[in-house]
């Protein structure tokens, strides 16, 4: 952070991420009308698992018929 007067103060804090279950990411995506056809860990088709640190999901709309 640099003031008006020009003094520069820099502060480092250590920060973690905490990235939503899959069971969550599921229901969001369900309540949004979204059917997962397939999901994995990275972009090479590994499983997802707690040492996972992204998801890759594919999912598609669901059409729902006219009333």
């Known amino acids: ?3 008006k007067d020009g003094i ?4 480092e804090w250590e920060k973690v991420k905490h ?3 899959f069971s969550t990411i599921q229901d969001w995506l369900i309540e949004a009308g979204f059917e997962i056809e397939s999901a994995a860990g990275n972009f090479a ?3 997802i698992t707690d ?4 998801a890759v ?3 598609k709309k ?3 018929p006219n009333k």
């Open 19 to 21: 990235f939503p279950a």
């Open 51 to 54: 040492e996972t640190d992204r």
């Open 57 to 59: 999901i594919w999912a």
């Open 8 to 11: 520069e103060t820099v502060t």
């Open 45 to 47: 088709g590994d499983p």
């Open 62 to 64: 669901l059409v729902l």
């Open 1 to 3: 952070m640099v003031t």
